[in-house]
């Protein structure tokens, strides 16, 4: 399955809000489609479906990367839901978003392809690049990429930055000091549902 590019407020209407996907809002409060102000009880299938599909959309996966995540984090120690957050959290594009260098994950991926950001001295043009604590994610020194972030910056996505991070808005620099803490994913979600939709599914 691809990459979803369709209308971003009719995924808001179904699953809530999520604030790596838009910064859009909407005053309808049904969820779309012909019968969406029909208030039919959601089977167990359809909740942990709706809980997948948040990651899915917020973080900007296909199907199959998101399958692969959470094969990964079943072989971390510890709570495989927290593991497969604190995956997520540690990608280059979310990375970018969380420290204010872009306003959504999908703006954070379009400047890391188009080659604007450099981790520890070395350009990276992977979204999925997966950061680790001591790395330094830098914007390039030309002044397109420096006019580009610094706009950026004057409206982040987020207002906080997670406490395992910190930005030097002067140098436009970050930097990774840790793991996150699962209250600083900015996400409504039980991932332990998310791990339970995967389990059944064999």
Known sequence: MSRYRGAVLRIIRRLGELPGLTRKVTKRTTRPGQH???NRKPSEYSIRLEEKQKLRFNYGLTERQLLKYVRDARRIKGSTGEALLQLLEMRLDNIIFRLGMAPTIPAARQLVTHGHIY????????PSYQCQTGDSVIV??????????????????LANIPTHLEMDKATLTGKVNGVIEREWVALQLNELLVVEYYSRKG
């Not at 981790?119 to 992977?126: A, P």
């Not at 390039?140 to 996505?157: A, D, I, M, T, W």
């Open 36 to 38: 969406g102000d029909q």
């Open 119 to 126: 981790v520890n001295g070395k350009r990276v043009s992977i």
């Open 140 to 157: 390039r020194s030309n002044s397109k990429s420096k006019q580009l972030v610094e706009g950026y910056l004057s409206f982040p996505g």
